[in-house]
């Protein structure tokens, strides 16, 4: 039998370790093609070789730098020549710069350094809008594209302005504004792409222990991967221009 997502190629930044792998595993599992993106070539060689040693067939490799234009370009081109067109985006790579012990309280709002929130923006927001707009032509060319922003529940600006919620007295400036604005992305280009196919929600993975998590975070790597993996899958009559939690709408 045919598995339905079969010949669907699903391309997921920052996938050579942590939530981005998981994801890739997932969407390769369901029979998805599937690209890793991964800054260091060794790598991502490394991450597709244990997903085909489990029995996943289609996945390959590129060298991606999210922050690096030409390498939206070579990808744009890559996944052009080789299945011209592209079902699923998940922007996935993402760094936290600053320091915070997120099992107390801490705010770096006045204190952090204004490089770390350029560094920030250029990984979490500014490079993710360019490489979406570069690739949303092939996005287009798919029957029905899938665009999955990571953003974090420390977007949320809801949740940290109220004093009840688990997040207002965690305040890493840099890395939450940089996902605030990547919901702003979320809502707008699905606003824009109302009346096509095209999907485009922003995840909150959860608190996963990987590198970036740490080893406090309540969730295991294997939990880690659900919600990119639902954004990327829903179906037809599926939400856009949300943002959720393993199915659960997040407020903004
Ligand atoms: P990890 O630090 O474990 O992995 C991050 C991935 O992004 C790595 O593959 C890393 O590559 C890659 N990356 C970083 N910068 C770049 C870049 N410039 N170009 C290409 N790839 C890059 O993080 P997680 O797996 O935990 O996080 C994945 C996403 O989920 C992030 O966007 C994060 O903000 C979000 N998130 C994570 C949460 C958690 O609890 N873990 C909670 C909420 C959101 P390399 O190996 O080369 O460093």
Known sequence: MQNKQSGKV??????NKGIGFETARGLGKLG?????????AGRG?????????????????????????????EVARHLQDRYGKLD???????????DGDFTSGFNTTSTGNPDILRQTFDTNFFAVVALTQTLLPLIRKAPAGRIVNLSSILGSLTLHS?????????????YDASK??????????AQELRGTTIKV???HPGWVRTEMGG??????????????VQLATLPDDGPTGGYFHLGKPLPW
């Open 201 to 203: 929600n922003s995840a």
């Open 10 to 15: 699903a391309f997921i930044t920052g996938a």
């Open 45 to 73: 060689r490394a991450a597709a070789d244990k997903l085909r040693s489990e029995g996943i067939e289609s996945v390959e490799a590129v060298r991606f730098d999210v922050t690096r234009p030409g390498d939206h370009k």
């Open 162 to 174: 109220d004093p009840s919620s688990g997040i207002y007295a965690k305040k890493v400036f840099a």
């Open 88 to 98: 699923v985006l998940v922007n996935n790579a993402g760094v936290q710069l600053e």
């Open 32 to 40: 998805f093609t599937v690209v890793i993106g991964s800054r260091d």
């Open 180 to 189: 605030t604005a990547l919901n702003a992305f979320t809502i707008h280009l």
């Open 215 to 228: 080893s406090n975070a309540p969730l295991d790597l294997s939990e880690g991967g659900k919600t990119s």
